[in-house]
């Protein structure tokens, strides 16, 4: 049974220990990625997020708003402290768009798509996210910094190339596995060049 044809589910509220859970593991995950990615003010941060998986269960299958909510809480301040845009990854049905802040949009002149997430086509991060920001847009592509991945969500496609893993201290968020990824310019010159450590 593929994710097109599954029947869609809406989880039950999450206890406060398991939103507690998440958050913490959230904030753990874009800590340390925040530490080693190098970002600067107006770089955009990706994030892909499986609430199924978070959950246990199948990608597609059983979104939690609760769950979704969590990651939010616990990523959105690490990146304003930062000044980095928090960009959203859509599910596959809205063809892996992704939601930013309007102002983000402009400056990076993306190109503007109509859509409006919800849980079951966008995912339930996208939704959360969508609904969170000052004055969200749905955009076909951006080019990400660095990201999380929940769940297999795949967001290599938005990562500026080279995209890079980056290994912390825990590797799933919930029951889902997480991937984190930055970037770092492409080496460019051959055997003769030198290279900037600080770009690495």
Not at 17 to 41: G, R
Not at 118 to 132: D, E, L, W
Not at 148 to 153: K, L, W
Request: hydrophobic share 45%; proline share 4%.
């Amino acid at each position: 049974m593929n994710e097109m044809t599954m029947e869609k589910k809406t989880a039950e509220a999450l206890s406060s220990e398991m939103y507690e859970m998440i958050k913490s593991q959230c904030e753990t995950a874009i800590n340390e990625l925040l530490a080693v990615a190098k970002l600067e003010k107006g770089d955009i941060f990706v994030i892909g997020c499986s609430s199924s998986e978070i959950c246990g269960k199948r990608i597609g299958s059983f979104s939690s708003m609760d769950a979704a909510k969590a990651v939010y809480d616990a990523v959105a301040p690490a990146l304003k402290e930062k000044g980095v845009y928090l960009a959203a990854q859509c599910c596959e049905h809205l063809n892996r768009a992704v939601i930013v802040e309007k102002e983000c949009a402009r400056l990076y002149r993306l190109t503007e798509v109509n859509a409006i997430p919800h849980a079951h086509a966008g995912g339930a991060f996208a939704t959360t996210v969508y609904n969170s920001l000052d004055c969200a847009v749905a955009v076909e592509s951006i080019p990400a910094s660095a990201g999380m991945d929940i769940g297999n969500t795949l967001i290599g496609m938005h990562i500026i190339p080279v995209c890079v893993p980056v290994r912390v201290s825990i590797d799933k968020i919930g029951e889902a596995r997480l991937v984190l990824a930055r970037r770092r310019p492409k080496f460019v010159g051959g055997q003769r060049a030198i290279y900037d450590p600080k770009l690495m």
